[in-house]
């Protein structure tokens, strides 16, 4: 069964202070693997897109990085507009998205 | 970048009644759209596959009579919750693929109170 887990549920953090967010994966056909931000009452905002095991992309204060079971997004010296509720999604064959719980970042002053 | 919105961006209705949810891609066309609903502080699930000229595709345990979706054209699809009772109040978010199906543009969503 497909299945995509993130962790931690919810993190804070200092200003400043580097952290990184997991996402677990196990998905029959993966054709990629997706970083959203999602604000409070908004639709998901596109971050990242990896494709294939070992693939780094960085944006700012972001890097993702993919390998065959899990992705990691790090965030470096954050600041507290970067907090927000993150989602990992898997897209498969037939190009339906699969997201998980997303973790919940405040990252304070 | 590729824009799709959602009318209208939160509806309160009374139980029993049915809600229209508009889904349009404004600077491209849509052959596909997905509909997802997201519950308080948890994730995007998805509802159903809208597939323009032909009947959507639903994922195990999403009531079809209940969740009506049409794709009318190459820029619209609807979601229409016939019915409504108090447990379909969520977060209803749309999204539609980019050029090569790839990447995914999603509305900005529409609340949905049913009192």
């Known amino acids: 069964e497909d299945q995509v887990t993130q962790s931690p549920e919810a993190l804070r953090l200092q200003e400043g202070e580097s952290s990184s967010l997991n996402c677990s994966y196990t998905?029959?056909?993966?054709?990629?693997l997706f970083w959203y931000r999602q604000d409070p009452g908004k639709g998901p905002e596109f971050l990242f897109t990896?494709?294939?095991a070992g693939e780094e992309k960085e944006k700012e204060r972001l890097k993702a990085t993919l390998t065959k079971k899990e992705s990691f997004l790090h965030i470096t010296a954050p600041k507290p507009e970067d907090s927000a509720t993150y989602l990992c999604?898997?897209?498969?064959?037939?190009?339906?998205?699969?997201f998980g719980t997303g973790t919940s970042l405040t990252v304070i002053p | 970048g590729a824009v799709v919105s959602q009318h209208p961006s939160w509806v309160i209705c009374k139980s029993g009644t049915s809600v229209k949810i508009e889904c349009r891609s404004l600077?491209?066309?849509?052959?596909?759209m997905f509909w997802y609903r997201q519950f308080p502080k948890q994730s995007l699930m998805l509802m159903a596959t809208?597939?323009?000229?032909?009947?959507?595709?639903?994922e195990q345990g999403v009531e079809k009579d209940k969740f009506l979706i049409n794709h009318a054209s190459l820029t619209l699809s609807t979601l229409t919750v016939t019915s409504a009772h108090p447990e379909d109040s969520s977060f209803y978010i749309c999204?539609?693929?980019?050029?090569?199906?790839?990447?995914?543009?999603f509305g900005p969503g529409t609340r949905l109170t049913v009192l």
């Open positions: 600077d491209f066309q849509a052959t596909t």
């Open positions: 998905v029959s056909g993966l054709r990629g």
């Open positions: 999204s539609a693929p980019g050029t090569g199906g790839y990447e995914q543009f």
């Open positions: 999604a898997v897209q498969r064959a037939g190009n339906q998205f699969y």
């Open positions: 990896l494709y294939s």
């Open positions: 809208s597939n323009e000229g032909s009947k959507a595709t639903y």
